[in-house]
């Protein structure tokens, strides 16, 4: 079955990735395979203290949206705009489908694919 729509919903070690039109719909999960979310930060050095996002996770998530036509990216953080920066920088076919990007916490799937739908329409 072919979908024309996508959403993603992804932090920092999951991707809800949902697949849809009018009627049906296809999730998938994509995990990341790092195991290291937060480094030990010590006062007065630079960065955030946080682990850098594996490429390899942000590669497979964009993977799975390569044939739609339209993607919309959401999460609560920064992983969606450093998957926006991945797509820009490796895969700018899959860049040029992104159509919108949001804040949105932590939905279940049924809510993810109902905000959109009702985005798309």
């Known amino acids: 079955m072919t979908f024309h ?8 070690l999951e991707a809800h990735v949902i697949h849809f039109d009018a009627h049906n719909s296809s ?8 195991t290291k979310t937060h480094l030990h930060h010590h006062r007065g050095t630079l960065g955030s203290g946080k682990a850098e996002t594996s490429q390899s996770y942000l ?7 390569a044939v739609a036509e339209a993607v919309l990216v959401v999460g609560p953080g920064s992983a969606k705009l450093e998957l926006i ?3 820009h920088h ?24 109902a905000f959109a739908r009702k985005y798309f329409q």
């Open 5 to 12: 729509h996508a959403v993603i919903w992804i932090d920092h």
């Open 59 to 65: 590669h497979d998530v964009l993977q799975s949206v």
């Open 90 to 113: 490796h895969d700018p076919k899959v860049a040029e489908k992104i159509v919108g990007v949001e804040t949105v916490d932590h939905p279940t799937d049924p809510q993810l694919l």
């Open 27 to 34: 999730v998938e999960t994509v995990k990341t395979d790092s």
């Open 85 to 87: 920066k991945h797509a």
